[in-house]
C-alpha cells in the first residue's frame, strides 16, 4: 500500500552504514529514520550529512504532570515503565501534592523488587528520577514546558484543558486512563521522538520527515531592471563583481 518494494532484515549500527553508503546487496539511501540504542544513535550522527537522518533519540523519557486525585500505584508504575528500559532513562513526577509525591515514592519501592529488570530500573530511578513538588499546577506546566520530555502524561481531570499551555513535549498522553505503554504497542501515533530537551524544537517522526519542498523564483525583465542595480550593489559590497554583472547584463544589453 505504501509502495515499499524491497525490505532487508538487518539491524545496528552497520545497517546505518550500510543504507548511508550502499553495498553490493543494500542500495544507498537519501534518509534514515528511527530510533535505536546508542550505537546506532552514534552511527546516525556519523554519516549525517551523507544522508539525512531525522533525530539524534537518547535515552528514554517520561514526565508525569499529576494532581492530588492521581493513584500513586498508577504513577509508580508508569515511572518505571520507562525506568526499565536503561539505566540512563529518566522518569520524572511533577505534582502540586505533597502527600502524593510520598506516596508515589513509597509506591515505587514497592513495586521495584517485582520487576524482571529491577537493577536497571532501580539504578535509572536511583540517578535521573525525580520527585518535583510544585506551588501549583501552573508552575507545574512551566516546569514540564522548561524540561520539554520525550513523554508526557496528563494525569488531571479534563486533560484538553491544560493541552493548549503544553509548549514542548514529544507525545502527550492525556487522563488518567492513557499510560505511556499504550504508545508504545497500540495507541497508533508515531512514537519515534525527541528526546533530551530537543522537543522545544523537535516533533515526532510523521510524514513531513518524507516530505522535501523546494522553491522557485521567475522575474520578468521589467521586474529585473527595477532590482538590478539593488542586487548589484549588494553584491559589490561583499566584493562579488561577477553577481553584480549577473544581474545588471541582462538590462545593460539591451539599452
Known sequence: MAG??????????????????????????????????????????????????????????????????????????????????????SAVLVTDSAALAEKVQAELEVQIPTLSRCEIARESIDNNGKIIVAESLVEAIDIVNEIAPEHLELSVDNPFDYLPKIRHAGS??????????????????????????????????????????????????DALARYASDVGYFAEKEGLTAHAKSARIRTEDEK
Open 172 to 221: 502527550i498522553f492525556m487522563g488518567r486512563y492513557c499510560p505511556e505503554a499504550l504508545g508504545d504497542y497500540m495507541a497508533g501515533p508515531n512514537h519515534t521522538l525527541p528526546t533530551s530537551g530537543t522537543a522545544k524544537f523537535a516533533s515526532p517522526l510523521s510524514v513531513d520527515d518524507f516530505i522535501k519542498k523546494t522553491q522557485y523564483t521567475l522575474f520578468s525583465r
Open 4 to 89: 515499499v518494494d524491497k525490505i532487508f532484515k538487518v539491524g545496528g549500527a552497520q545497517a546505518v552504514a550500510a543504507l548511508a553508503y550502499g553495498t553490493e546487496s543494500i542500495p544507498k539511501v537519501d534518509k534514515i529514520v528511527g530510533p535505536g540504542n546508542a550505537f546506532v544513535a552514534e552511527a546516525k550522527r556519523q554519516v549525517f550529512g551523507a544522508v539525512s537522518i531525522d533525530m539524534i533519540a537518547g535515552p528514554s523519557e517520561i514526565m508525569i504532570l499529576a494532581d492530588e486525585k492521581s493513584n500513586p500505584a498508577h504513577l509508580a508504575a508508569d515511572l518505571l515503565s520507562q525506568a526499565e528500559h536503561d539505566k540512563l532513562a
